[in-house]
């Protein structure tokens, strides 16, 4: 059977020449090297020992002898090569190998996991606050998984002991079934999570809402077939996210059944993060009669897009193709955006309506390719494309009285939480290692949540150095994993690998000084 490319993919680069083996349905790593066979006059393939192996859901796993390998390469770039003397070149090589071997040093990954500490100490006051007996197993255990991207908790044990936090937290049962039984019954204390959320929810502030998918296995807790933007029928799980605007921060979470959309369930996790006074901005899907009119009767504000298909702006509206049915028009990021705002009702409420045109004609364009693909080459009638008025506009529900530019800015910060979204998808939460039941899941998603607030600590002191347009959170946490401590055995204690000058540099403008004990 060859080996497929999902699983050639993941092929470990870090050990040089490699082999992968399928044996007894599992896929193996072996190390390969030549050597000459003189009676063949040709290299001969040598087969070394091996060093793990692969699963689609884990990539690659490295075993005893290939995590000592790696332990070995991180040392040898982080302690200095000893400059050999005339007295050491008569030296027994048996002997100094033996030595090597007896103080050989301990290699334990540090620097990405005290960078987050440090951006987010605030985030240990909370824990130790709400969870006093058991911040330190959800502190480590939400790092293991953001720093190692750790989607199963078989892996937990082997990079707990590589990384300094088996320093940190030496007496923490980390193999597979004391971290299972804890993560069980965290999700069991969901009033000491709601209660740690809710927090942070600032009265007064501005709230962002949105919803994502988790497609786990069909025998998973909370696994159903429901509502998501790609219309996938698998079995899934939701998760209503609540962010604060200002700072991009997630406050406030919500597990949901997969049947369940966002707009059932959008009113109760308002009111279970204890808004106040608060604007709640929304994506498409939670605006509904009985959504705003609950929000107007707690006093909140709000700003609910709208379905493409509304009946809240007159048919007319789209059909009038002459631009003096506009109130008027600004500029976003050098594109026109033209305006239109009426009131509807009696209770205060405001239509916003909106025209980018140059999203207009990418929409035009992509309605007429489509459309060439399905009927051929051949031209299509005007009254085809202009069947499609509403291409371009974009309406909004709000009782707020402003400019129509401030809604539209307001909106728009909801893109910011994009990356967030894309790294909850990708990273964390898409793998919520098969929980088979309600308290598993849920304790997972509040791991992953204490996940989040270390990443956007990390985010947000990228904003505040003005490095976020050069690098991402994931770049600096890819960049301070190559940052070790190291014991070589001599009883002074361990020493910090070499920090390569640009690594240095980013830390330094993040106010991060990792030479400096914390």
């Known amino acids: 059977m060859p080996i497929p490319e999902s699983i050639k993919s993941k092929r470990p680069t870090q050990f040089g020449a490699v082999e992968i083996r399928l044996i007894k349905g599992y896929f193996y790593v072996y190390l390969v090297s030549s ?49 050999q003397t005339d007295s050491d070149k008569g030296a027994d090589k048996g002997t100094d190998t033996e030595k090597a071997e007896d103080s050989a040093p301990v290699v334990k990954n540090y620097g990405a996991y005290e960078t987050l500490r ?39 044990q082997p990079m707990f002991l590589d990384s300094y ?19 069980a019954k965290l999700g069991t204390m969901q009033d000491t999570i709601d209660s740690l959320m809710r927090e942070q929810v600032i009265p007064g502030s501005t709230l962002l809402f949105d919803g994502t998918s988790i497609f786990i296995r069909s025998d998973d807790s909370l696994s159903m077939k429901g509502y998501n933007p790609d219309h996938s029928l698998n079995p899934q799980a939701r ?16 597990v949901l059944q997969g049947s369940i959309v966002d707009k059932a369930a959008f009113l109760e996790t308002v009111r279970a993060a204890g808004c106040q006074d608060c604007i709640i901005i929304a994506d498409k899907g939670f605006y509904s009669k ?8 707690a006093g909140m504000k709000y700003i609910l897009p709208l379905q493409d298909n509304t009946t809240n702006v007159p048919k007319e509206f789209y059909a009038n193709n002459d631009d003096s049915k506009w109130d008027g028009v600004f500029t976003y990021k050098k594109r026109p955006v033209w305006y239109w705002k ?5 209770k205060g409420d405001f239509i916003y309506t909106y025209r980018d045109d140059i999203r ?25 494309v202009l069947k499609e008025t509403r291409m371009g506009y974009f309406s909004f529900c709000s009782n707020l009285d402003v400019g129509a530019k401030e809604i539209y800015l307001d909106y728009k910060e909801r893109w910011d939480i994009e990356e967030c979204f894309d790294y909850l998808k990708n990273s964390v939460a898409t793998s919520p290692s098969h929980a088979h039941t309600d308290e598993y899941f849920r304790g ?58 640009k690594t240095k540099s980013v830390l330094t403008k993040l106010g991060v000084d990792l030479l400096r004990k914390n």
């Open 35 to 83: 050597k000459w066979d003189s009676s063949k006059g040709r290299p001969q393939k040598v087969t070394g020992k091996s060093i793990g192996k692969i699963t689609e859901a884990d990539g690659f796993i490295p075993n005893a002898n290939g995590m000592r390998i790696m332990q070995a390469k991180a040392a040898a770039s982080a302690v200095p090569a000893k400059v």
């Open 118 to 156: 440090r951006l987010s100490p605030e985030i240990d006051t909370l824990l130790k606050k709400h969870f006093p007996d058991s911040f330190r197993e959800i502190r480590t255990i939400a790092l293991l998984r953001l720093v190692d991207g750790i989607s199963s908790v078989k892996m937990i």
């Open 165 to 183: 936090m088996s320093d940190l937290c030496s007496d923490l049962p980390v193999s597979e079934g004391p971290v299972r039984r804890f993560i």
């Open 239 to 254: 998760i209503l996210y609540v962010f604060e605007k200002d700072s991009h921060r997630p406050v406030f979470y919500r």
């Open 290 to 297: 009985k959504n705003v009119s609950a929000l107007m009767l």
């Open 342 to 346: 009426h009131s509807i009702g009696d």
């Open 360 to 384: 207009k004609a990418e929409m035009v364009g992509g309605f007429v390719e489509s459309a060439e693909k399905d009927c051929g080459e051949e031209e299509h009638k005007t009254t085809d």
């Open 444 to 501: 997972w998603a509040f791991v992953n949540h204490i996940s989040l607030l270390y990443y956007y600590g990390l985010l947000n002191a990228l904003r505040l150095a003005g490095l976020d347009e050069k690098y991402s959170a994931g770049d600096i946490i890819k960049l301070t994993k190559n940052i070790y401590l190291v014991d070589t055995g001599d009883g002074k204690g361990p020493i910090l690998s070499k920090i390569r000058y």
